[in-house]
T-cell receptor, first 112, second 111 residues
Framework: GAGVSQTPSNKVTEKGKYVELRCDPI?????LYWYRQSLGQGPEFLIY????????DSGLPNDRFFAVRPEGSVSTLKIQRTERGDSAVYLC??????????FGEGSRLTVL | QKEVEQNSGPLSVPEGAIASLNCTYS??????FFWYRQYSGKSPELIMF????GDKEDGRFTAQLNKASQYVSLLIRDSQPSDSATYLC???????????FGPGTSLSVIP
């Protein structure tokens, strides 16, 4: 498809487990963003990539969260030792650097 | 102080009325401003962007920007029930590409 693709769409895991969330951006979009959204709140910025490098990771809540984009396209958000407070919808968006973001459908993470 | 603030609502307007959504931001270096619409259970989608002071119209939507007051608004004319959604204000500074979202305003258009 031509849009941003996120997998899995739904992930249920147990507290303490490791989770990976994948994002496949729109072809040609060099900017890629990760956000976290809890019910009733706006998207919370986590990290932004320009190409392969993390241009701004100031939103990552702690060192349990890490994201990579090794070839400048697909990105993976990695969460270690998950906690119940990590439960949220994780949104990925891509852009051609204008700030006009195109979002994927999100990955809903539930930590039991 | 939060970087981007919006009235959380809910805002209820009758069908056919004008809905007015407001947003303020704290970073005076912000240069680009966006309005996203998010239906329940869906992802945000871009509906308007504005970069210069003044008004920008697109169909039933008008975005208004006042950088001196650090204020941006969205007007929806002839509101329709299908406009019922959460509207997210987003801001991007010139010095970096991080896009920050406000908490959103829930709009309900009553038939």
């Amino acid at each position: 498809g031509a849009g941003v693709s996120q997998t899995p769409s739904n992930k249920v895991t147990e507290k303490g487990k490791y989770v990976e969330l994948r994002c496949d951006p729109i072809s040609g979009h060099t900017a890629l963003y990760w956000y976290r959204q809890s019910l009733g709140q706006g998207p919370e910025f986590l990290i932004y990539f320009q190409g392969t490098g993390a241009a701004d990771d100031s939103g990552l809540p702690n060192d349990r969260f890490f994201a990579v984009r090794p070839e400048g396209s697909v990105s993976t958000l990695k969460i270690q030792r998950t906690e119940r407070g990590d439960s949220a919808v994780y949104l990925c968006a891509s852009s051609v650097n204008t700030g006009e973001l195109f979002f994927g459908e999100g990955s809903r993470l539930t930590v039991l | 102080q939060k970087e981007v603030e919006q009235n959380s609502g809910p805002l209820s307007v009758p069908e056919g009325a004008i809905a007015s959504l407001n947003c303020t931001y704290s970073d005076r270096g912000s240069q680009s401003f966006f309005w996203y619409r998010q239906y329940s259970g869906k992802s945000p989608e871009l509906i308007m962007f504005i970069y210069s002071n003044g008004d920008k119209e697109d169909g039933r939507f008008t975005a208004q920007l006042n950088k001196a007051s650090q204020y941006v608004s969205l007007l929806i004319r002839d509101s329709q029930p299908s406009d019922s959604a959460t509207y997210l204000c987003a801001v991007k500074a010139a010095s970096y590409d991080k896009v920050i979202f406000g908490p959103g305003t829930s709009l309900s258009v009553i038939p």
